[in-house]
């Protein structure tokens, strides 16, 4: 026992002089750290705080501006300028300011900044840089800010441009111009520390994606690679990052080498005279202890092999894993008991186990099929390393394993599944495709070559409107925009089904119903589109039939109608007639005028579906034309108790409203949708018609009550109609139809709870 505690007492002493020496230079190293760390982020936070100023003075400055001008849209120089001068105070970082109506410079301050400048576009000349960043905030309708960097070296400025938006009541915000702020970038930075040498250096560079370059704004790039302290940056266009970090790096306490030498002299001192016999031999003792736990505990598969390929060693998590007993794997060849002699490649295993021996570093990792004692298969991952004797002669191979089983079976599904998958969209009749983001192709099955006869190489890559007709890329654009409509209520699930026509190789086209779904990444963001088509020519060829059919049906029934119009002024010249006789040609007179007038204008609308209907246009005075619809429905609004109003907004000093267009289909299209507004308006509810002329005639015709949402999708689609039996479906589209004709458009807006309202858009 004393022997015991006198071979313990010398690993004790150093130890515990090790623990004294390594928490002496721990605590000295921490210190140190922790003060150089402390001046860093002091300097870091100022920086930080100097960027973020000025950035924000000249954001601010932007801001004031845009108010300035959305007030005032026409400032003098001298207003701008008295302006400038008042929020220029205390803003030494700004060298700048500039407006830019319509992207052409037109203010500057101080007068002498612009120089040359004034009348210059923005968007042709200048840095590429500045041009680019002008097009994504006006693409975007945000604040952008450009710094000085590598790639741009005649620029010494940062540069914060602000799109301006002038707000319209009755139409979207129209683009004013821009608002150009300057920065004195140099000095800025300078002003901070960014650049300076010292005892802490600071550098900044912008934050971006990880497969592109990371251009440098100020500093020396050097700082990014030494594990320096980051601070993120908000600016209008991203993030920039400021990081610091100390000149000298991070090295440890000037004391660490006097404490390690101190430390290790007392360490090797002090228990050398006491350890030196006994220490061996219990080092060994324990080793052989730790080995044995280490090897026998972990749970991992542990073999070791000789030359000849044989066992010679194993754990017993190993004979647990392939259900042997203690010891019962010893002396066994691997080959042929716990690897199968040959692979599923037909490979032989012992020829590989031979070549692994002779060179296990060609090999360290593989991954292999194993059996178990009751024969179920398994999957191994080795990790093989070589087993040398004193002399470096290899003696055996140590194996690692881990099992991979579950991997392995789930990978074979995941085949599985994928082979499934292509099987089904290799082999249906429909067309399945797919599209980027940018709408170009990334997949189409091969059923696609058998309907329009493209090749794939001739397919992939391309943009889907290379392959539709004008028409078609029209209705796919209105597809695009329901679609986003829809991933606003519907998320992920939104989906929409159109008849689309696509051009074929040899010059023809076939028309395609396609099934469009929006595809979604991970993170919840669009990557493209999902479409399913089916070939629908032959039926569209007999739709079209059938419209042709009763095209020339209607014409036909033109002539006999022609009589049933004029035979009741031949009866009235015999003359003879009494008054209900006389009341009775008068019905079936208007009647038969009724009649023709439908038929020509079902014709009227063929013409215009193909755009061959040429207008007859004239001066139309609006505000004549809903006064007749008016008294032409006052019947129905005295029945409903409905009131209508009637606002006009930039209309002719003396009461009109004139526009050139077709006067028959004007007033058909206003009647149509007027109709409309006092049909789905409750009782003692209300109609309000708004004319606003700007650059183009706006109406706005607006109702209480809520389009049905089974219809808001197909508003002005043919035959659409939340109710069958009060009409056919084909006023609101022949109303668009009228509307594009001239060269207009019509939409509708149900965003107001309770209200409808549909807005014609007409060229003047």
Known sequence: MLRRITFLIPPIIGLMVAVMVYVGYRADQDNHGQKVRAQVVQALNEAKAGLDSAIGSGIHLASAMEAFLKVNPDPSQAQFAVLADALLVNMSAVRSLQLARNDVISHAYPSWSAGKGFGR????TGPVAVRSLLKRAKSTGRRQILALDERAPDMDEIVILAPVFLPDKALPASYWGMISVHLDGPALFRNVGIGVPGDVLLALREKISEEDREPMLAGDPVVFDMDPVVRIIHVPSGEWLLAAAPSGGWGGSPNRNAILGFGLLAIVVLPMSLWALGVILMGRLKDRERYYQLVHSAKSIIIRINMAGDIVFCNEYAEDFYGYG???LLGRPLVGTLVPRKSLEGRSMRRYLDRLLMNPSAHPFNETMNVRKNGEIVWVAWANDSVRSKDGTTVGLLCVGTDITDRKLMEEALRQREKQ???LAENVTDIIWGLDADYRFTYVSPSDEAVRGFKRPDVL?????DFLTPAAKTRFQDSLRVLDDLAETQ?????????????????SSVWLESHLGILFSEEGERIGLQGVSRD???????EALREDMERMARHDLKTPLGAVIGLPDEIRRHGNLDASQEAMLATIESAGTTMLELINRSLDLYKMECGTYVLDRTTVDVLDVLEQIKAECLPHIIEKGISVGIEVRGGEADGTLPVSADAELFRSMLCNLATNALEASPESGSVSIVLERTDHLTITIRNQGEVPLSVRETFFDKYSTSSPARGSGLGTYSARLIARTHGGDIAVETGTPGETSVIVTLPQ
Not at 461 to 465: D, E, K, S, Y
């Open 121 to 124: 576009s923005l968007a042709q």
């Open 326 to 328: 203690p010891g019962e």
């Open 461 to 465: 890559g391309r943009p889907i409107r």
């Open 421 to 423: 998958y292509r099987l």
């Open 536 to 542: 629908i020519t032959d039926r569209k060829r007999a």
């Open 491 to 507: 998320g992920q699930l939104a989906s929409i089904t159109e008849d689309l026509e696509f051009t074929c190789a040899d010059g």
